[in-house]
């Protein structure tokens, strides 16, 4: 089994920034692809951004295009998304995914594991 445990999550003014964290344990090896997700209270979960195994490959939901950054450090079983320039509605609580294939994706049932959620609250 693979864990996924994210930190970074807090409160934040409109137009900050917050850098998330997601820690992967467990049998790490089998993971390749993995994603950030979220879901805002009464709202289905929504994909935030993706990337590959060695980082070449990224893809992000377009409302986040150009403020957010997925990145992973393997050596460490990290992965990492750095938010800039936060608007109110993205406040949720934030999923860090990982899956077995080695395919960035947007789409949610793809992903094998997950993590506990971290909330992100943004004030305006």
């Known amino acids: 089994q693979v864990q996924l445990v994210e930190s970074g999550g807090g409160l934040v003014q409109a137009g900050g920034s917050l850098r998330l964290s997601c820690a992967a344990s467990?049998?790490?090896?089998?993971?390749?692809?993995m994603a950030w997700f979220r879901q805002a209270p009464g709202k289905e979960r929504e994909f935030v951004g993706s990337?590959?195994?060695?980082?070449?490959?990224?893809l992000y939901a377009d409302s986040v295009k150009g403020r957010f950054t997925i990145s992973r450090d393997n050596a460490k079983n990290m992965v990492y998304l750095q938010m800039d320039s936060l608007k109110p509605e993205e406040t949720a609580v934030y999923y860090c995914?990982?899956?077995?294939?080695?395919?960035?994706?947007?789409?949610?049932?793809?992903?094998?594991?997950w993590g506990q959620g971290t909330q992100v609250t943004v004030s305006s």
């Open positions: 467990g049998r790490t090896f089998s993971i390749f692809a």
């Open positions: 990337i590959n195994w060695s980082g070449e490959s990224t």
């Open positions: 995914a990982a899956r077995r294939l080695n395919y960035v994706s947007g789409r949610y049932q793809e992903y094998n594991y």
